[in-house]
Nanobody, 121 residues
């Protein structure tokens, strides 16, 4: 059974840093892209950053220069290093696996349960 398990969220002061991790577990053969989305209260879920299995990255404009996404393909794990955090970054952050192939099937999009990030003084 495939699972995406996120960790690393929490409360941090403005200007601080957090590192999110997401590990895909199960009998996984391949994942095309992994990424992070976020949803703030009263807002739609939005893309934060993605990274393909070849290392190509995409960032939403508001996090460019502050967040860095990376991936360990051997461990099926994606990371999001978040620096210079702002109150507007407060949201539930969701891990996503795009085009995941496993022994239990093919998933066009697979989601984690989410981890809360709160930026506040």
């Amino acid at each position: 059974q495939v699972q995406l398990v996120e960790s690393g969220g929490g409360l941090v002061q403005p200007g601080g840093s957090l590192r999110l991790s997401c590990k895909a577990s199960g009998s996984i053969f391949s994942i095309y892209a992994m990424g992070w989305y976020r949803q703030a209260p009263g807002k739609q879920r939005e893309l934060v950053a993605t990274i393909t299995d070849g290392g190509s990255t995409t960032y939403t404009d508001s996090v460019k220069g502050r967040f860095t996404i990376s991936r360990d393909n051997a461990k099926n794990t994606v990371y999001l290093q978040m620096n210079s955090l702002k109150p507007d970054d407060t949201a539930v952050y969701y891990c996503n696996a795009d085009r995941l192939l496993s022994s239990s099937g093919y998933y066009r999009a697979f989601w984690g349960q989410g981890t809360q990030v709160t930026v506040s003084s």
